[in-house]
T-cell receptor, first 111, second 115 residues
Framework: GENVEQHPSTLSVQEGDSAVIKCTYS??????FPWYKQELGKGPQLIIDIRSNVGEKKDQRIAVTLNKTAKHFSLHITETQPEDSAVYFCAASLGANNLFFGTGTRLTVIP | GAVVSQHPSRVICKSGTSVKIECRSL??????MFWYRQFPKQSLMLMATSNEGSKATYEQGVEKDKFLINHASLTLSTLTVTSAHPEDSSFYICSARDVPRETQYFGPGTRLLVL
């Protein structure tokens, strides 16, 4: 089955700096890679996703890159703000079916 | 994005009782919904896949007789934790697959505490 690894497990950045979270996956058949933000006591919120037919996608301060050959994808948050503080999960799946999640990254943005 | 609701948001029950959690897709039809369990500071663990009009598919190690899943309509799936015990205390989260958008959206979660 699919195995998704995520690094780092914790990340602290100063407000205004950039944050990068990296994930690798094992199943070359996976073609859908979403990123979720989870705040304390809440369900995961989809913030951006990418499919295997593109290498990069951007939405305002958030971008995701995908390297299919190396089987890794990354989340980039620029100009971080305190409200970006949360746990971020990457996931991989085939066609948005069973999602295989990474172990999560706790991001803290220091004002 | 699409909206998925869960009810109740939190429940406290006595050991031995059953608890039902509802998951609804509010603005799209979901032939497939998923139930996850999350322990503190851990990732989401898939428990089962709920398919409208058919039996749920359970992940290895998840007792189907303890965690009853019903997906009777295209917008509603329910998870019933039967004869709950303290070790069942957890954060239960559902998600719904939006087929046209090929995306999964998550509900806000249900915090279950079994005394």
């Amino acid at each position: 089955g699919e195995n998704v690894e995520q690094h780092p497990s914790t990340l602290s950045v100063q407000e205004g700096d950039s944050a990068v979270i990296k994930c690798t996956y094992s199943d070359s058949a996976s073609n859908y890679f979403p990123w979720y933000k989870q705040e304390l006591g809440k369900g995961p919120q989809l913030i951006i996703d990418i499919r295997s037919n593109v290498g990069e996608k951007k939405d305002q301060r958030i971008a995701v890159t995908l390297n299919k050959t190396a089987k890794h994808f990354s989340l980039h948050i620029t100009e971080t703000q305190p409200e970006d503080s949360a746990v971020y999960f990457c996931a991989a799946s085939l066609g948005a079916n069973n999602l295989f999640f990474g172990t999560g990254t706790r991001l803290t943005v220091i004002p | 994005g699409a909206v998925v609701s869960q009810h109740p948001s939190r429940v406290i029950c006595k050991s031995g009782t059953s608890v039902k959690i509802e998951c609804r897709s509010l603005d799209f039809q979901a032939t497939t919904m998923f139930w996850y369990r999350q322990f503190p500071k851990q990732s989401l663990m898939l428990m089962a896949t709920s398919n409208e009009g058919s039996k749920a598919t359970y992940e290895q190690g998840v007792e189907k007789d303890k965690f009853l899943i019903n997906h009777a309509s295209l917008t509603l799936s329910t998870l019933t934790v039967t004869s709950a015990h303290p070790e069942d205390s957890s954060f239960y989260i559902c998600s719904a697959r939006d087929v046209p958008r090929e995306t999964q959206y998550f509900g806000p979660g249900t915090r279950l505490l079994v005394l």
